[in-house]
């Protein structure tokens, strides 16, 4: 896999030190197959994927969005994937949580959306129901657990 990323705070050092070519951000979203976004949501990064770099993208690529919902402007994404101007979008955050039972995103066919848990792993879940479990046992033994 040919990995290429940008980012406005990148360096073509520091992609390099991750095995990524650095690139323009206009050559990102024309060249990419799959643009996985991941960054921090801020004053300076909300609306980062519009209509315009959306427009960039090739009709075969997937856009994925597991960062922060409002980073992607969903009007832009929606028309994008109705009028097939990109396969897919992969989304695990939306602009509001939680969706909307009437939200396009929900009926649309070349979308594959989840509720927020691309951080979820079994390791994940065996600690947070583990200690769950500590804690009610500890409760009802009279001896709750104390904060930090």
């Given amino acids: ?24 951000k ?18 300076r990064s909300r609306g980062i994927v519009g209509a315009r770099e959306l427009a960039l993208m090739k009709p075969t690529a997937w856009l994925v969005n597991t960062s922060r919902g409002p980073l992607v402007d969903e009007d832009a994404l929606i028309d994008a994937l109705r009028h097939g101007r990109i396969a897919g979008a992969a989304l695990d ?10 939200h396009p995103f929900r009926t649309l066919p070349n979308v594959v959306a989840t509720s927020h848990v691309g951080f979820v792993t079994r390791e994940t879940y065996e600690i ?3 200690d769950t479990v ?8 009279g001896a709750p657990a104390q904060r930090a």
């Fill in 93 to 102: 955050v939306f602009g509001s949580e939680p969706l909307a039972a009437d």
């Fill in 26 to 43: 206009d050559e990102l979203f024309g060249e990419a197959d799959i643009v996985s976004v991941h960054m921090v949501l801020g004053k």
């Fill in 134 to 141: 500590k804690n009610i046992v500890a409760w009802l033994d």
């Fill in 128 to 130: 947070f129901y583990g």
């Fill in 1 to 24: 896999m040919d990995v290429i990323a940008w980012s406005p705070n990148l360096t073509p050092e520091r992609a390099a030190a991750a095995g990524a070519r650095f690139v323009a």
